[in-house]
């Protein structure tokens, strides 16, 4: 097989921030896997939340093709996650690019959309969020406004600032119509969440997603059983080991591949999350269409979307799955992941 890593720092529409952070680029890398004719896309925007950087994550990308060249088969998907997952364990996000790169490849030489392959409804998935990030609350209201104007008519709205009501009142007061969910990125404490869950229903709010620290259970629980807003585990809930711990907790678990370590592990943890009866929602990073798209491909298992990653970019040197809306159009991937190089960076 043959390989070409890349890094790229692509830069943001416009400033993006969450409690702990701001951001104007994402950092990117991306892989391309050629074998037989036929090249598989990849690529991840890792998160210093979860101890990976671009750097670490190019170097490590070669090392891990080396293996899956030794393999020869990327068929041979099993026995290709379970060697990077011993060769690279405290990587996720690393294993994460070459798996949605092997998963293209295979998908593209059986000449079958990656759903496809797995017999998945391209009919059942959700509407994607669009997220607003925390500016000031007349740029917040402006960019709901301007995201609800162009179809999307789900919002996910950042808080975790001293000042969260009067931003998410700015919002509800731009968009009345618009569903809105609110993230706050582990920024409060249990009894914050707990009393500002009040306005928050008030507000119309429909979910509250990481409300607290992401190893405070009890507190998350707290919130839980405090509020009928449906309340999900992001940070709390990384792999699929993670499940039980929060299952009485919350009420949504929110997958992303950067956490997991692929396309493989995060169908272990939406498995695990229904199995214990939780809702299932499937999340990104802020990233490039060239890993956006092979989550899409995961969507008609989960109840909701967030997967508007791609969208907050200025510019991407890659196409993914093309939106009707705010709902992700499968049927328009003929094979793969549909993902495609459109220029360079």
């Keep these: 097989m043959n390989w070409r890593v890349d890094r790229y720092d692509l830069p943001l529409s416009n400033p993006f921030g969450i409690s702990r952070e701001t951001s104007e680029t994402s950092e990117t890398v991306t892989v391309e896997l050629s074998h037989e004719g036929t090249t598989g896309i990849g690529a991840v925007t890792p998160s210093a939340y979860y101890d990976e950087s671009a750097q670490s994550v190019a170097q490590t990308l070669p090392s891990l093709c080396e293996t899956v060249d030794r393999i020869g088969d990327p068929h041979a998907q099993q026995r290709i996650e379970r060697d990077l997952a011993e060769q690279a364990p405290d990587q996720p996000a690393a294993r994460m690019a070459l798996s949605i790169a092997i998963h293209d490849l295979a998908a593209r030489q059986l000449d079958l959309p990656l759903y496809h392959q797995w017999g998945l409804d391209s009919d059942a998935v959700p509407p994607t969020t669009y997220t607003v990030g925390i500016d000031s609350p007349e740029r917040m209201a402006e960019k709901a406004r301007e995201a609800a104007n162009t179809g999307f008519g789900h919002l996910k709205v950042k808080l975790g600032t001293d000042d969260d009501r009067a931003r998410l009142d700015a919002v509800r007061d731009a968009v009345s119509d618009a569903e809105i ?38 507190g998350l629980r707290r919130v839980t059983d405090a509020t009928e807003i449906p309340v999900a585990a992001d940070e709390s809930c990384v792999t699929a080991s993670d499940v039980p711990r929060v299952a009485d907790a919350c009420d949504i678990v929110n997958a992303k591949l950067v956490k997991c370590g692929g396309l493989r592990p995060a169908t272990r ?77």
């Design 181 to 218: 969910r609110v993230d706050a990125n582990a920024a409060w404490t249990a009894q914050e969440a707990i009393d500002n869950a009040d306005w928050l229903a008030d507000a119309g709010v429909t979910m509250l997603e990481q409300p607290v620290e992401a190893d405070d259970i009890d």
């Design 269 to 345: 943890l939406l498995n695990a999350a229904d199995a214990h009866g939780l809702d299932l929602m499937l999340g990104c990073m802020v990233e490039s269409n060239a890993s956006i798209a092979a989550a899409v491909h995961l969507a008609p298992l989960v109840d909701y979307v967030d997967l508007d990653g791609a969208l907050l970019l200025a510019t991407d040197p890659y196409a993914g799955v093309p939106l009707e809306g705010d709902v992700f159009d499968l049927t328009a991937v003929s094979a793969g992941t549909g993902v495609r190089r459109t220029r360079d960076a």
